[in-house]
């Protein structure tokens, strides 16, 4: 079996962008030609976490094929969901939150929102994000 280069990945793909960028092919195509091999490098990627772990601790600090190599521990994190004034206190933020979007979204009709108290409910801000597509594969395309 013939190795692919990084170059030949590469000319590939700018090959597309250029036919993408000439009109000349649809930009989906090429995001799911991208999204493909995403997926695919993904997985393996995934395979193989444990064993690349495994040998990372044992080129910690130092350089392999140009790449420092620094092994970290994964670590942990802090639960809280055991404890009931943590657990009160998100229910309450959810309840602000859902409020300050219903007072956001009463402005379109130039309504306030005023809570038990006779308090006006600050509204949320809209921040925008960039676009983007999800992709999913469909049976047909498997």
């Known amino acids: 079996m013939e190795n692919i280069?990084?170059?030949?990945?590469?000319?590939?793909?700018l090959n597309m962008l250029n036919q993408v960028e000439g009109g000349e092919l649809n930009p989906l195509d090429l995001k799911i030609e991208i999204k493909t091999l995403s997926d695919l490098l993904d997985g393996i990627d995934k395979q193989i976490s444990i064993s690349v772990a495994t040998e990372g601790r044992k080129w910690h600090k130092q350089t392999y094929k140009g790449f420092e190599i620094i092994?970290?521990?994964?670590?942990?994190?802090?639960?809280?969901?055991?404890?009931?004034?943590?657990?009160?206190?998100?229910y309450i933020l959810k309840d602000i939150e859902c409020n300050a979007q219903l007072s956001f979204k009463s402005m379109d009709k130039n309504q306030l929102l005023i809570d038990d108290g006779g308090v006006i409910i600050e509204p949320a801000r809209w921040k925008n994000?960039?676009?983007?597509?999800?992709?999913?594969?469909?049976?047909?395309g498997a």
Request: net charge negative; no cysteine.
């Open 129 to 140: 994000t960039e676009p983007y597509i999800k992709l999913s594969k469909t049976k047909e």
């Open 5 to 13: 280069t990084k170059s030949q990945i590469e000319d590939y793909f």
């Open 71 to 90: 092994y970290m521990d994964a670590g942990g994190r802090y639960s809280y969901d055991h404890i009931e004034e943590w657990k009160n206190a998100k």
